[in-house]
């Protein structure tokens, strides 16, 4: 199982392949993200700078599952 990813990793490619429609999908993807983060089904920590890499991990603590 794996137990860590990237955000880049994570997003969801969109099938028009045009930079509006891909910019939503990136959008929606990042809301999806925010929620498992806020749910606490994993955990998020950035690389360095504003615009760094977000990696994921599970969050093994989380009694939500």
């Known amino acids: 199982a794996m137990?860590?990813?990237s955000f880049n990793d994570l997003r969801v490619q969109s099938p028009d392949g045009d930079d509006k429609?891909?910019?939503v999908y990136t959008?929606?993807?990042f809301l999806g993200m925010?929620?498992?983060v806020r749910r606490g089904l994993v955990?998020?920590?950035q690389d360095t700078g504003?615009?760094?890499d977000i990696i994921l991990n599970k969050n093994?603590?989380?009694h939500n599952a």
């Open 60 to 62: 093994n603590t989380s």
């Open 21 to 23: 429609s891909q910019r």
């Open 34 to 36: 925010l929620e498992l």
């Open 43 to 45: 955990l998020a920590d």
């Open 3 to 5: 137990q860590k990813l």
């Open 27 to 29: 959008i929606v993807s």
């Open 50 to 52: 504003a615009f760094g």
